[in-house]
């Protein structure tokens, strides 16, 4: 059942990705700008230029090259990137952990700040716990992720230097590990002095993305939260004489949780966009400052393997999101 | 009871006057910048690069600090908010504008108007803003008119999505039936009906959406995609904090801090105008 399920998800997703392809495709394709020119040296015969032209297949029809374009990358070769002239999915695949651990890190601060704000902002409903809470989430939604980075590298990185500002690990440090992973692998082979390393760098970075998420975690949840402590069961529980932290724990969280996963779900998809701005911030090595960089350079290949990259990343939260509401709500579960 | 209720009505004007009061401000730096700075923008000095702020107010001294080619920040910021304050005019006037409009015609019309323009609402919906700005900006081209397209064609959704359900709210209302039996054209109708009862609402996206696009501006100008580096812009001010960030962080603080207060600023006013114009809350 559930296996069929993700089957038929995934194979909705194959007209999307196809659409998408197409539309990169085509839309890098017409812009003004032209790489090969920018790495012609000056004085270069035409032949030559020619012959760098015939080597990115930039001498064929645009219908020609999306057909050869296309027919590797369903093979999972992507072309070579024009800056750095490295295989695209090589440079995708090398810089892709950074960010899944740097956003999984951010999902989970944004998660627990914001669950654990609505849970206070309800236990100390109409009083100055409340209006506390809605302060703080006011602010949180304010600021925008950028300016938190930002104020994160003033505040922690140079008048309090607690932490470093850039980079994923201190490259002073030989890792010695076997894959990108580096926080999972660091610490599963409890090389856990990297994993402290890699955590601190992740740090700043993390909590600018996690806190706008985390206060609108807390918004969603906190009105849900409200209904649900006004329902007859909520009212019995406390008649009966359990504490407020229980039956808003133990009891309403469960059926609040709904609607806040929901907009979570959505909003991790901003997390990984908002990625882009906030490695380019911290110099984190991951493929959002990966993006800036191809599309400041106009790296054709590497825009549209990127762009392909996230979009598969979309899909696949969004699975996750479906399925996760089976498992919440039983009545989904059937039918 | 009633003194609650006043606690909250000034409670509100305080986020209107506070929120006006620092919005003030950028304007007043942006439209006398001139006599207001103490240096030219652009004028370098290479005997004071990096100088850090100085507030001795000698005749040659830089309050906030120089940057790396010698330029007075102080100078630089307040130019920087004839940028900004463009940006949050004339993007956020057009993002409403051509919001406002896509959502009063799907609300109103419905059908397949309603239809195409709110699966457009979704698929625009589900791309993360900032990466599709900087992906439009790439596109179109760099420059402050291109920065000011891509907000447009970003944004027109936040509109676009509580305009169309606030019409389809007033399309139902008796009045609207009182006015079609009155014999008023649709287009009579949807002006002089139901635009006036949007328009509160509008203002309030419209306040919010500038403090967006002034962000949104800073980001591009910070990736270096929006105007040229030698003009003072907060974003590029910010990218070139980063870069001397442990020798001279007055450059960097200085540009965050001011946008800050922007963004601070419109979203103050904007939660203020929200609750004095909603007769529920009020």
Redesign the interface.
């Known amino acids: 059942m559930l296996a069929r399920r993700i089957l038929l998800r995934l194979l909705q997703s194959i007209p999307t990705l196809a659409g998408v392809a197409v539309l990169t495709f085509v ?2 394709r017409v ?2 700008g032209d790489p090969v020119a920018m790495m012609i040296p000056p004085g270069a015969d035409d032949a030559a230029v020619a012959r760098l032209y015939a080597m990115y297949g930039l001498d064929k029809t645009i219908s020609q090259q999306f057909l050869i374009w296309a027919g590797q990358a369903l093979g999972g070769n992507f072309g070579i990137s024009i800056t750095t002239r490295q295989a695209v999915t090589g440079l995708i695949f090398s810089r892709l952990p950074a960010t899944l651990e740097l956003v999984t890190v951010a999902a989970f601060v944004a998660v627990a700040l914001g669950v654990a704000m609505a849970v206070i902002g309800t236990r100390f409903a109409g009083r100055a716990g409340e209006v506390v809470v809605d302060g703080i989430t ?1 602010f949180f939604l ?3 992720d ?2 938190w980075g ?2 994160f ?2 505040v922690f ?3 309090l230097p607690l932490l470093p ?1 850039s980079g994923r690990a201190d490259p002073t440090q030989a890792s010695g590990l076997s894959t990108e992973f580096t926080l999972i692998e660091s610490f599963v082979r409890f090389r856990w002095g990297i994993t402290t390393d890699v955590l601190a760098h992740m740090a700043m970075p993390a909590v600018a993305l996690a806190l706008p998420l985390a206060a609108m975690i807390a918004r969603v949840l906190k009105s849900s939260l409200a209904e649900q402590m006004g329902q007859d069961y909520a009212l019995l529980s406390r008649v009966k004489g359990f504490s407020r932290w229980h039956v808003i724990l133990a009891e309403a969280l469960r059926n609040a949780a709904i609607p806040t996963v929901s907009l979570t779900g959505v909003q991790v ?2 997390l ?3 990625t ?2 906030i490695e ?2 911290f110099s984190y090595p991951g493929i959002g400052s990966l ?2 960089d191809a ?2 350079n ?1 790296d054709l290949p590497l ?1 549209q393997g990127l ?1 392909l990259t ?1 979009a598969v990343i ?1 899909i696949l939260i969004n699975l996750a999101l479906d399925l996760s509401y089976a498992a919440l709500d039983p009545r989904l579960r059937h039918g | 009871m009633a003194e609650r209720g006043t606690l909250r009505h000034a409670a509100k004007n305080w986020r209107v006057l506070m929120g006006g009061a620092l919005l003030l401000a950028l304007v007043i730096a942006a439209v006398f910048a001139k006599s207001l700075a103490p240096y030219d923008p652009l004028d370098q000095d290479l005997s004071a690069q990096l100088a850090p702020p100085d507030w001795h107010f000698a005749a040659d001294a830089h309050p906030l600090g120089t940057d790396s080619l010698g330029r007075d920040v102080l100078s630089r910021l307040i130019y920087g908010s004839r940028v900004a304050l463009t940006v949050a005019l004339v993007a956020g006037i057009l993002t409403a504008l051509v919001g406002t409009a896509l959502g009063l015609a799907a609300g109103f019309f419905g059908g397949w108007a309603d239809t195409v323009i709110s699966r457009a609402v979704d698929i625009w919906s589900s791309f993360p803003p900032v990466l599709l700005s900087i992906i439009l900006v790439a596109l179109i081209g760099t420059g402050l008119w291109s920065v000011v397209a891509a907000i447009v064609l970003i944004d027109w959704t936040r509109f676009c999505r509580v305009v169309r359900a606030e019409t389809l709210k007033q399309r139902r209302l008796d009045y609207v039936d009182a006015a079609i039996v009155a014999g008023l054209t649709p287009g009579r109708i949807l002006w002089r009906e139901i635009v006036p009862n949007i328009l509160p609402l509008a203002l309030v996206l419209l306040t919010l959406e500038m403090g967006i696009a002034v962000v949104i501006e800073a980001i591009l100008s910070f990736v270096g995609l929006s105007i040229s580096s030698d003009a003072p812009s907060w974003g590029g001010m910010i990218a070139e904090g980063r870069e001397v960030v442990h020798e001279a962080p007055w450059v960097l603080t200085g540009a965050m801090l001011v946008l800050l207060a922007t963004v601070l600023g419109f979203n103050i006013l904007g939660d203020g105008l929200k609750a004095e114009l909603d007769p529920v809350l009020r």
């Open positions: 839309l890098v812009v003004p006011g304010a600021v925008p950028f300016l930002l104020a590298i003033v990185g140079v008048l500002i998809t901003f990984v966009g908002g882009v701005l380019k911030i993006a800036i599309v400041i106009r825009i762009i996230f979309f």
